[in-house]
């Protein structure tokens, strides 16, 4: 049971898979905390979608009226998806990449470019910043992603 | 050959990874399963979204009636997407937090609140059941996730 | 140190996870190439949904009328998140199955037939190709992530 404990714990102290970790970590919290801002901006913009979630505003006609949308909701689920879209590669390629024996410098060189690209990313769309700030940070984050499966592709390689 | 395959196996050894392994692939089977639901309400409702799918109904004007939303429809396309924001980071995390050696009763505890309240998540949004059900159950897996996090990143922390 | 790279590597040596990387690389770059996809779209036809997105086309009015759907780009779009509905089951039961220890050639009979399935669903999506083409090669997919699924269970199974 201890040898498997040990086993189990392997990678976990490989200071790469660290990094990784952190990183990885990092960045679905953050994809994590759009479900919380969307939920803020439902409640206090009162805007709903499913007939349900309005009963606490009254019956009827008189909570009808907070099944709409609004422009801030839209604007931060746009956001939430388009993490959906861009970290759910991160996390797969991530891992392969962790596993492939790249030096840590040059992972956490890739890990904190892309964390930080997406950090920026939310900031742009939900403030938002004017472009091209939102479509380069997206690139960058796209870019580090794209690096990171050309090694793993070069490594692994077996069709 | 012999020691690459026991090699491979290490990981599915560990009762943890083996838990993890267990209520991932649960969680994942059923995010699918809100696949067939959606085609058998398009189907069930005939209501479609690309005019090459409405074909079977007839030519022209008469297919095109068929291309319109309905409310079954887009209410588990709404349950869907919440999957693939919950459940993502589930299984991104709930890997490295396998990976970061926690008791075995701990990660149990941990993999079993959040599939059962995911499950119970879906049936509350297709009944629907009135709220806070859906919004009770969403934030215990919410919890369940971010609390995975803490370990991991407390037990990976390299940045 | 020399250690710890040799044990990150122990998993990239085995030959099926060496697939697995290769395939979840190929069909992850699949579905990042639909953003670039949605935006070639998007500029060709003007039609943008974010208003900080349209000012290089002027201010106020003029640039209002470029906030709009376009059919194709709501095509791509639902493609896009086809593929996330589906490609991240896969990533990540394929992941559970392919440290199941697979024979090779029965884990590459899954991973060529995934990958070739959501290959042609997305030809068959944005050509688009007469149904069942598009509805045919998504069941192929979704079979084989079952069939992947059906084994992790099997394998590891601890509830």
Not at 96 to 121: K, M, N, Q
């Amino acid at each position: 049971r201890r040898g498997e404990m040990a086993k189990s714990t392997q990678l976990i102290d490989n200071e790469v898979f660290r990094a990784y970790a952190t990183y990885t970590g990092i960045v679905l919290l953050k994809m994590m905390l759009m479900s919380l801002i969307t939920a803020y901006f439902r409640i206090t913009r009162k805007a709903f979608v499913n007939p349900e979630d309005t009963a606490t505003f009254g019956k009827g006609e008189s909570a009808k009226k907070f099944l709409r949308t609004d422009p801030d909701v839209e604007r931060v689920r746009r956001g939430h998806l388009n993490d959906l879209e861009n970290i759910v590669p991160f996390v797969g390629i991530g891992l392969l990449y962790a596993l492939s024996g790249p030096e840590l410098s040059t992972a956490l060189l890739h890990f904190r470019i892309f964390a930080g690209a997406r950090i920026f990313h939310t900031f742009a769309y939900l403030i938002p910043l004017p472009q091209p700030g939102r479509g380069l940070s997206w690139a960058v984050g796209y870019s580090v992603t794209f690096s990171m499966a050309y090694r793993v592709l070069k490594t692994a390689w077996l069709l």
